[in-house]
């Protein structure tokens, strides 16, 4: 309750996923490290396996939807402002609970939706402001109108899209940085792209 998502996932976190390798020793409140260690300590190495399962109940699969709605620190806010390394942690957790990448997928879909209709709209209000203001010149008739509002209308459909090809870019950037090209996650982003919902 007092983390922000990316403060969060660094705390549950864990590098590697549960192998024999070499810890990354920066990610001291790592959780399931933790009990790792403890279990490799003082119980029989044989319980680390429910643990691991309680910790991924208790500490991801619950918290799924909280942690991608976060409103100042969720997923969306990790998109903007390019968090590839909070992304990345975010994949790897969500990776792990057979729950997680369905819950990422639908919130990289919703995400790309909301953010196509906003520039859809976006450019459907600069396109009226166009055709306003030349109305509002009543000075003007003929060809040269209908030439200046053309120009006006020919520059908002070439900004929507150049806007849309940037958000593919971004997209496609945090597919390949943050979420190891992974093929049900691009399926995801494909399934946006095909329904023409942008």
């Known amino acids: 309750e007092t983390?922000?998502?990316?403060?969060?996932?660094?705390?549950?976190?864990c590098l590697p996923l549960f192998g024999h390798a070499a810890i990354n020793i920066t990610q001291v409140?790592?959780?399931?490290?933790?009990?790792?260690s403890r279990t490799h300590h003082y119980l029989s190495s044989h319980t680390f396996g429910p643990l691991r399962k309680v910790l991924e109940d208790h500490l991801l699969t619950s918290h799924l939807s909280t942690i991608i709605?976060?409103?100042?620190?969720?997923?969306?806010?990790?998109?903007?402002?390019?968090?590839?390394?909070?992304?990345?942690?975010?994949?790897?957790?969500?990776?792990?609970?057979?729950?997680?990448?369905?819950?990422?997928?639908?919130?990289?879909?919703?995400?790309?939706?909301?953010r196509g209709k906003e520039l859809?709209?976006?450019?459907?209000?600069?396109?009226?402001?166009?055709d306003d203001d030349q109305a509002d010149d009543g000075k003007g008739k003929g060809k040269s109108k209908a030439v200046g509002g053309a120009a006006q209308t020919l520059q908002v459909a070439l900004k929507?899209?150049?806007?849309?090809?940037?958000?593919?870019?971004?997209?496609?950037?945090?597919?390949v940085q943050a979420f190891r090209v992974d093929r049900e996650l691009e399926t995801g982003l494909n399934e946006v792209r095909d329904s023409r919902n942008i």
């Open 29 to 36: 409140e790592d959780r399931f490290y933790a009990e790792e």
């Open 69 to 114: 709605s976060m409103p100042n620190s969720g997923l969306d806010v990790m998109i903007d402002a390019d968090k590839k390394d909070d992304l990345s942690r975010l994949y790897r957790l969500f990776a792990m609970v057979s729950t997680g990448l369905p819950t990422l997928r639908r919130a990289l879909r919703d995400s790309i939706i909301r």
């Open 160 to 175: 929507w899209v150049q806007d849309v090809l940037d958000l593919k870019d971004k997209f496609d950037d945090v597919w």
């Open 3 to 13: 983390c922000d998502a990316p403060e969060y996932l660094r705390r549950v976190c």
């Open 120 to 130: 859809a709209a976006a450019a459907g209000a600069s396109g009226a402001d166009a």
